[in-house]
């Protein structure tokens, strides 16, 4: 048990490299001024993938209605700022909250069924919800969106300006915050345990792992962080509307795990990152087709492997094919 305790405690010690990595990032609004809003943008997508790649990467659960907990994220948030309160910090939290709730609410449907049936149930959960957005047009805008929503300083003293470097700020913080705790969540002996029910729920359970209990918590908690990414986009951008629940929302966000890789939480941190730089630099120049672009990237990607891909030399040689996830 000790030696289980010793590695785990080494998996999750910080390597020299992440500290100037993160000190770099935090700095990037300052020395990238011109580019704070698409570094806003990259935070919140990040941190939206980090919460997938705690279910899908370490669980081994599979959705396709990842947006159902981003969107409750970011119209709670949005919501409380325009009728409640402007407080950017306690509408996170609220967001938060709010996105935990309808996680822990449906996490009875993934326990049960193949991962087929999970992928119907979470995506029209997702369905539903922007349906239901979209009818509550008193209360959400409908299709108009929920529009002007107004936020107060950070901390009583940063103003969220045009520039976007208050709102990039904002977000990378809170994205540092979830992935130091999200590190040492999946580190610790639960997050081990996780890994167990992804690798083989049947052992799992034969071991006496009770595993039920253990993907109803995690997916919860997974939610929790796609509500906070949510209220992170509704806070900085002012807006929030049904787009916020669209199939596409959750099917990015799966793409980017493809870039970047599942089980390692980075990964979703690179593949946001790549996706959005991608995203920004081709429809720039082809606004129309952007989306064939990245699809024969993820094409490329996938036969020929994430780590061969920077190594144009090795495509052609004998070694096998690696696989993108």
Partial sequence: MSNTQDLL?????????????????????LLLSGHALIINEIAIVA?????????????????????????MGAYSAALFAKLVMPDPLVGLAVGIACAALLGALCSATILRGTDLTRLMVT??????????????????????????????P????????????????????????????TRRFVNSPFGATLKAIRDNRLRAMAIGIAVNSRMALVYTVAAAL??????????????????????????????????GGVGWLYGGITGAIVFKLMQDAISSITPQYWTF????????????GRERLIRPWTWFGKGKTGGAA
């Fill in 154 to 181: 950070l901390l009583g003293q940063f103003e969220f300006d045009l520039t976007g470097r208050t709102a990039a700020w904002y977000s990378l913080t809170v994205l540092l915050v979830v992935f130091v705790i």
């Fill in 226 to 259: 796609a509500g906070a990414a949510g209220a992170l986009l509704a806070q900085t951008t002012g807006f929030a509307s049904l787009d916020l629940f669209e199939f596409h929302r959750s099917a990015d966000v799966m793409l980017i795990l493809v870039i």
């Fill in 9 to 29: 405690r080494q998996t999750g010690r910080w390597k020299r490299w992440e500290v100037p990595l993160w000190l770099l990032a935090l700095a990037s609004p």
């Fill in 293 to 304: 672009w990245i699809g024969l990237f993820l094409v490329v990607l996938v036969l020929v």
């Fill in 123 to 152: 995506l029209g959960v997702a369905l539903i919800l922007g349906e239901l957005a979209n009818k509550l047009d008193w209360l959400t805008g409908g299709a108009d969106g929920l529009q002007g929503v107004m936020m107060g």
């Fill in 47 to 71: 941190l939206f993938a980090l919460s997938l790649d705690l279910i899908l990467g370490f669980t081994g659960i599979v959705s396709l209605g990842h947006a159902a907990f981003f969107g």
